[in-house]
């Protein structure tokens, strides 16, 4: 190995982001930082499938019908969401990426990975807390919430108090700032 060669290694290995190279979703290679953000050695994750640091199959699959189409049409994509540490803690985590197959985002890629707990933590939510919240962004008033889901427009206003509290918001306005970027 030249020193040229050596050198790249040592910078990706020590880079102070987690990256790591994919294939068809599967991590080849990995560097110290992704290791430590997902809660393992390097070797733990060479040929590990994506999949495995996702909360739910349905947001791996929801990733790749949303971050394919931008691929494809871009060779770039990024978005901030919630992962899985191998330990199954969640943490909210910068994703960005480029496919270096745009004809196929997936087959080869390099992807970078930020822990944003200290900036962002994880708040769990109640299946209609969840409901609430999705429709909020959307706009809808508490009425027009209460109608969608069958609930008093007081019920709704619980829940929407409830959420206030566990996102550390003052006014509705706050809240809704706060979603953004949640995975709905």
């Not at 979703?25 to 390097?42: K, T, W």
């Not at 994506?50 to 691929?71: M, Q, T």
């Not at 209609?128 to 008093?152: F, M, P």
Request: proline residues 4%; positive net charge; aromatic residues 8%.
């Amino acid at each position: 190995m030249n020193d040229a060669s050596q050198e790249m290694d040592l910078a990706f290995m020590h880079a102070p982001t987690g990256l790591a190279l994919t294939e068809n979703r599967i991590v080849r290679r990995c560097n110290l930082r992704f290791a430590e953000v997902f809660g393992a050695d390097v070797v733990s994750f060479h040929n590990m499938p994506l999949e495995r640091l996702y909360p739910s199959l349905n947001d791996y699959e929801k990733v790749a019908r949303v971050g394919g189409d931008i691929l494809r049409e871009t060779g770039r994509y990024e978005d901030e969401r919630v992962m899985r540490r191998l330990d199954g803690t969640l943490f909210w985590c910068r994703v960005r990426g480029t496919s270096l197959t745009p004809q196929d985002p997936f087959k080869q890629g390099v992807w970078s990975f930020a822990d944003l707990s200290s900036e962002r933590p994880v708040v769990e939510l109640t299946a209609r807390e969840r409901e609430v919240a999705i429709l909020t962004c959307q706009g809808k008033t508490s009425k027009e919430i209460g109608l969608v889901l069958g609930l008093s427009y007081r019920t709704v206003e619980a829940h929407r108090a409830r959420l206030l509290q566990k996102f550390g918001a003052r006014k509705l306005p706050e809240l809704v700032a706060k979603f953004s970027g949640m995975p709905l």
